[in-house]
């Protein structure tokens, strides 16, 4: 169950030496963005007075956020992990716990945070399909501009051991799997998870936690666009400033979503999406291939795909041991035991 069910992801926090370049690259993306203590916070549309922090340093990823539903939760949560409750001393106030995850990433839970009224800036206009045409009599014009970015949606976590790091944020945090991700059968690299909402609708995932050789770091954070005319549009505009893509745009298959990657100036990577999957706490997990994780339903293939890019350092002789590892595995089976 958890100690606290959180309702959903609350921020990404990174460390950049050059704010000014993070704050045009985050405008170019499609978030508000100010400057309050030294620090850049970038917003969306759903109200929340930030979704993306940048204070300065080293370039580095710092922390995911998460929020509860009550600051009674964080009072739950900090008496069970032995930690204070500290006022959030950032835009929208509140309370926050910070804790710290098997890998070293900074966790920050947070709560009653000032939230302002949600809007969604851009047109989303009746569309004519062949099975119905509502749009009648009326043109569709939409103005060169960069997305619009709603929310953030989630985080994408790079772990030693994946066992571990799962149940270390199941147990705190009520995480449910939406898809766990195997390299074969009963061999885990990862799992999709998402907010344990009950009977009311969560995201396919908040949190991917994915054990890949290389490095430790977050692998991307994802941020909700109006749709798919939107999508585009930032694309073109992210294109036209000559930012660096990194993988788009396409339907994925876990999750369902439409997705557009880019990178910062400081080489972090995030995601438009747009139209992904909902589920409720009665929907059971399921176990996909890892064939699905970086293939399409349409769209561009992954770059590693495409020959576009190298595979990661080590990732040859990871899947070299992985595969030795599972032909020992079926070698132990008696004759005759289905593989």
């Known amino acids: 169950m958890g100690i606290i069910r959180i309702e959903d992801i609350a921020h990404v926090r990174f460390a950049a030496p050059d704010l000014a370049a993070m704050r045009a690259?985050?405008?170019d993306f499609g978030m508000h963005c100010v400057e309050e203590g030294g620090r850049l916070y970038g917003s969306g549309s759903d109200g929340r007075p930030f979704i993306h922090v940048t204070q300065?340093?080293?370039?580095k990823f710092l922390a995911v956020g998460f929020r509860a539903e009550t600051i009674v939760d964080l009072e739950m949560l900090a008496a069970a992990e032995g930690v204070p409750v500290e006022e959030l001393d950032e835009p929208g106030g509140g309370k926050i716990v910070r804790l710290i995850d098997p890998d070293g990433y900074g966790v920050e839970v947070v709560a009653g945070q000032a939230k302002?009224?949600?809007s969604l800036p851009f047109a989303d206009p009746p569309r004519n399909t062949a099975a119905a045409k509502p749009r009648f009599r009326s043109t569709v014009r939409f103005e060169a501009a960069p997305a619009h970015v709603k929310r953030i949606g989630h985080a994408v976590l790079k772990v030693r051991d994946f066992r571990l790091s799962e149940k270390w944020y199941k147990d705190r945090f009520g995480f449910l799997t939406s898809d766990e991700v195997e390299a074969a059968k009963d061999v885990p690299l990862g799992a999709f998870m998402r907010?344990?909402?009950g009977d009311k609708p969560a995201d396919h995932h908040t949190l991917f936690l994915a054990q890949l050789p290389g490095e430790l770091g977050l692998l991307h954070?994802?941020?909700e666009v109006a749709n798919l005319d939107d999508l585009m549009l930032?694309?073109?505009h992210l294109k036209a400033k000559k930012r660096e893509a990194a993988w788009g745009v396409?339907?994925?298959i876990m999750g369902s979503q439409v997705f557009d990657y880019w990178k910062d100036p400081f080489g972090n990577e995030l995601e438009h999406w747009t139209d992904g999957d909902l589920f409720t706490a009665a929907d059971p997990p399921q176990k996909m291939p890892m064939s699905a994780l970086l293939a399409v339903q349409w769209g561009t293939p992954h770059p590693m795909f495409a020959g576009k890019m190298p595979p990661p350092p080590g990732l040859v002789s990871f899947f070299t041991a992985l595969n030795?590892?599972?032909k020992r595995l079926f070698s132990r089976q008696p004759k005759g035991t289905p593989a």
């Open 116 to 118: 302002l009224e949600s």
């Open 25 to 27: 690259f985050l405008e």
């Open 195 to 197: 907010c344990d909402r």
């Open 234 to 236: 930032g694309h073109q």
């Open 324 to 326: 030795i590892r599972i």
């Open 221 to 223: 954070a994802a941020f």
């Open 56 to 59: 300065p340093g080293q370039a």
């Open 250 to 252: 396409g339907r994925h």
